[in-house]
């Protein structure tokens, strides 16, 4: 960042007066230079984008990094979002509250819904726990979910299961996709309160009918709440179209942002409904502790209490306007398009056992396979020692198989690549 411009946003802050101006300064003060910003809007038609567009992340030459749904990398232009906008505040002592309303704006657009259904958290992890904790759940209700659901999809409900006396009943899933609305639905009853399912499976990389599930439960009185750490950046996502009740994503996976960052989706009808859980300053809109008044904010942004590091959701903003500059619709086709072609090198090898479907319906941008004559344990640790080949073993639900996540910085080259090393591995 220029020090003029620096000099600029400190005296904004320290002034004061940065209440409506500074977050269109410091936003302004992100955006990539002439050179990047033509880069991203050139078309495929030039044949080499998504090579060119690679080297806007710092990932290591030789490496071959299949492990997005874990842990994203975070393109250069996002670190000097945080980096800039750390320098800023701690320059002048400055919280950077008021910063977040504008970016929270940008981040619900995105997603399809409004600011104020919008809070910017930590991670996938806490969201699901501010709605576990904070549906009102009694002795006898019944939260179903499904199998395939990470551990911290699936601990926060096992915990307000202990603690309430609600039961758990878990769903089994069809890994071909077509029958999962079915499945889900048929462990339902008069004492489901709750169906808690993934967007995007984080085991097989299977696609959900999220509005079709959304709809029943909104006609039956049940909450339906999606995990969606697996879709926001992946593939298009619209909270208003789904009409869900809750949506919990994260930032540090498929929208390349900052660690630590996150949001929760809480519509507007469940606002009101919603318990508070943990509360602090910047929860309530009516507050007298001399005369026991708390009044929390009908608004999602209640659950960013106290003090936040402001640079990691500038980071995240900038995440988002990265991703938009490129297109969502054109990541989505890329993810799919990649993992279309790893399926189609693999379909045929009769020592792969694919788990996810192929149907475009059901499928995205990740791919599942199993070694039917090498330990998933022993496939990654090879690949990563012989070949520097980065991916996931996935234990959860005993598949035993091999996830490869396919993001907007790998290439058909790097999926011909780990397929070498695929048969070089099952045949020594």
């Known amino acids: ?3 003029k411009r620096r000099e600029f946003i400190k005296k904004i802050l320290l002034a004061g007066i940065g209440v409506e101006l500074a977050p269109s300064i410091m936003r302004a003060s992100e955006q990539l230079g002439p050179h990047e910003s033509t880069l991203l809007s050139i078309g495929e038609q030039h044949g080499n984008y998504w090579e060119r567009l690679s080297r806007k992340f710092p990932l290591l030459k030789n490496y071959y990094y ?4 874990a842990l994203g990398s ?15 505040l701690e320059s002048t002592g400055a919280t950077g509250h008021h910063l977040v309303q504008n970016l929270r704006t940008n981040i619900a657009s995105f997603l399809g819904a409004n600011a104020t259904e919008i809070a910017l958290i ?4 806490e969201g699901m726990n501010i709605v576990a904790n904070g549906i009102k759940l ?31 009943v878990f769903a089994e899933l069809d890994l071909s996709g077509e029958a999962n609305y079915e499945k889900i639905l048929a462990l ?3 004492k489901t309160k709750v169906i808690v399912f993934s967007h995007v499976t984080c085991t097989t990389g299977m696609v959900l009918p999220v509005k079709r599930i959304a709809s029943w439960c909104r006609k039956n009185n049940v909450y339906a709440c999606v995990d969606g750490a697996q879709a926001a950046g992946m593939i298009s996502v ?7 009740d809750f949506y919990t994503t994260c930032g540090h996976k498929w929208l390349y942002g900052p660690k630590e960052t996150g949001m929760l989706y809480v519509s507007e009808r469940n606002l009101k409904i919603l318990g508070g859980g943990y509360v602090g300053a910047y929860s309530d809109a009516n507050y007298d502790a001399k005369n026991g008044i708390l009044e929390l904010k009908n608004e999602a942004s209640r659950y960013e209490y106290g003090t936040r590091n402001t640079a990691l959701i500038v980071g995240l903003g900038r995440a988002v306007d990265f991703i938009k500059e490129i297109g969502i619709e054109r990541i989505q086709n890329r993810g799919a398009g990649l993992k279309t072609y790893l399926h189609d090198l693999l379909k045929d090898m009769p020592e792969v056992e694919i788990f996810t479907p192929n149907n475009p319906e059901f499928s995205a941008s990740i791919l599942t396979f199993r070694l039917k ?5 022993e496939a990654q640790k090879l690949l990563i020692t012989k070949y520097q080949i980065r991916i996931r073993g996935i234990y959860e639900n005993e598949i035993n198989g091999i996830r490869v996540s396919c993001a907007c910085y790998n290439s058909e080259k790097q999926i011909e690549i780990l397929v070498a090393a695929l048969k070089e591995i099952m045949n020594a």
């Not at 393109?75 to 979002?81: L, Q």
């Not at 499904?146 to 307000?160: D, F, I, L, N």
Request: with cysteine; net charge negative; hydrophobic share 35%.
């Open 1 to 3: 960042m220029p020090k």
């Open 66 to 69: 299949f492990n997005n749904a």
């Open 74 to 88: 975070t393109p250069n232009c996002v670190s000097k979002a945080v980096h800039d906008c750390s320098v800023i």
């Open 122 to 125: 930590r991670n996938a992890t």
């Open 138 to 168: 009694e002795p006898g209700d019944e939260i179903v979910i499904t199998t395939h659901e990470h551990v911290s999809g699936t601990m926060p409900w096992v915990r307000a299961a202990q603690i309430t006396g609600a039961k758990i």
């Open 188 to 190: 339902t009853s008069a």
């Open 238 to 244: 619209d909270l208003h179209d789904l009409e869900v």
């Open 373 to 377: 004559t090498l330990d998933y344990k």
